[in-house]
């Protein structure tokens, strides 16, 4: 099983990033995916969810109209459109996923929101 976030990097306030995840060793499928964040210092924050087939979606207020969660279930990825980036967006952003076979996690992309 391996989840690979790719994305993250230095923007200034206001910009915007797009996280990707691509999946792998598992029924990509069968699994609800979720991004969660860690900011130094703190407890690792749940920030998106989308189900299975990509039919419902779920987002932490703090996020609420600036990211948008999407995936692909032909090419086994998922994404986070990040917009409108606040400098308390900074953080490790992690990609999961979850279902009856396992929680699975990848090694997480750094995002910077600076000037």
């Known amino acids: 099983v391996q989840l690979a976030e790719s994305g993250g990097g230095l923007v200034q306030p206001g910009g915007s990033l797009r996280l990707s995840c691509a999946a792998s060793?598992?029924?990509?499928?069968?699994?609800?995916m979720r991004w969660y964040r860690q900011a130094p210092g703190k407890e690792r924050e749940l920030v998106a969810r989308?189900?299975?087939?990509?039919?419902?979606?779920n987002y932490a207020d703090s996020v609420k109209g600036r990211f948008t969660i999407s995936r692909n279930n032909v090419k086994n990825t998922v994404t986070l459109q990040m917009n409108s980036l606040k400098p308390e967006d900074t953080a490790v952003y992690y990609c999961?996923?979850?279902?009856?076979?396992?929680?699975?996690w990848g090694r997480g992309t750094q995002v910077t929101v600076s000037s």
């Open positions: 999961n996923a979850v279902g009856l076979s396992g929680n699975f």
């Open positions: 060793g598992f029924t990509f499928s069968s699994y609800v």
């Open positions: 989308i189900s299975s087939a990509g039919g419902s979606t």
